[in-house]
Nanobody, 127 residues
Framework: QEQLVESGGGLVQPGGSLRLSCAASGFSFSLDYYGIAWFRQAPGKEREGVAFLSSSSENKTYYADSVKGRFTISRDNAKNTVYLQMNSLKPEDTAVYYC?????????????????WGQGTQVTVSA
């Protein structure tokens, strides 16, 4: 059974950094064949995509304006793990963060293109 399991969330002060991990297991193909993304959902708000990475064959990225220059999505194919490095964190980055995988090898940035989801990890940015 395909699974995505996030880790690395927690409480951090404004201006701090966190690195989220998303470990994949049970997929028919290595994770580098899939498009991957990080979404987040803050209390009372809709889920939004923040970082996207196409399959290794294309290797393109896309970031939401709100995180551009601060967040970096990456993939370690040997470990079948996806990362989200988050720097210069702000209180408005507080949310539950989800990783997701898409069967589309090209870069896709809409939620409905992703059919595998992790359970989420809480990130809280507060002094």
């Amino acid at each position: 059974q395909e699974q995505l399991v996030e880790s690395g969330g927690g409480l951090v002060q404004p201006g701090g950094s966190l690195r989220l991990s998303c470990a994949a297991s049970g997929f028919s193909f290595s994770l580098d064949y899939y498009g991957i993304a990080w979404f987040r959902q803050a209390p009372g708000k809709e889920r939004e995509g923040v970082a996207f990475l196409s399959s290794s064959s294309e290797n393109k990225t896309y970031y939401a304006d709100s995180v551009k220059g601060r967040f970096t999505i990456s993939r370690d194919n040997a470990k079948n793990t996806v990362y989200l490095q988050m720097n210069s964190l702000k209180p408005e980055d507080t949310a539950v963060y989800y990783c997701a995988a898409s069967p589309y090898t090209i870069l896709v940035i809409t939620e409905d293109m992703y059919d595998h989801w992790g359970q989420g990890t809480q990130v809280t940015v507060s002094a």
